[in-house]
C-alpha cells in the first residue's frame, strides 16, 4: 500500500472518529436529565418505562423497584420494545 493510500485512509479514520465523538457530546446536552426526587413519584405508573442501562445490570447489588435490565450494548434489539407514548427513563449509575 502506497504513503498516500496510508495516508488518505488516516484521515478518514481520524474525521470518523471526530464525527462520533461531537455526535455524542451533542447527543448528550440534548437529554433530558431526571433526579430520583423527580423520579420517585413516576414510580409504578404505567404510561412510564423505567430500563436500566447498567453494565453490570442484573447483577448489580441495588435496583429501582419495577426497572428493566435491558444491555446498553444491545440498544438495537430491545429498543423497538419500548413504545414511543411511553416515557421511558433509562439510568446507568
Sequence with gaps: ????QVLLIAAVLVALFAW???????GAEEIPR?????LKPLLGN???VVLDVRFE??????????AVVENPEKVAEWS???PKEKRVVL???
Design 1 to 4: 500500500m502506497g504513503r498516500k
Design 20 to 26: 462520533q465523538a461531537m455526535g455524542v457530546e451533542a
Design 34 to 38: 431526571m433526579t430520583k426526587e423527580e
Design 46 to 48: 404505567p404510561e412510564v
Design 57 to 66: 445490570g442484573g447483577n448489580a447489588p441495588t435496583k429501582i423497584a419495577g
Design 80 to 82: 423497538f420494545r419500548y
Design 91 to 93: 439510568y446507568c449509575s
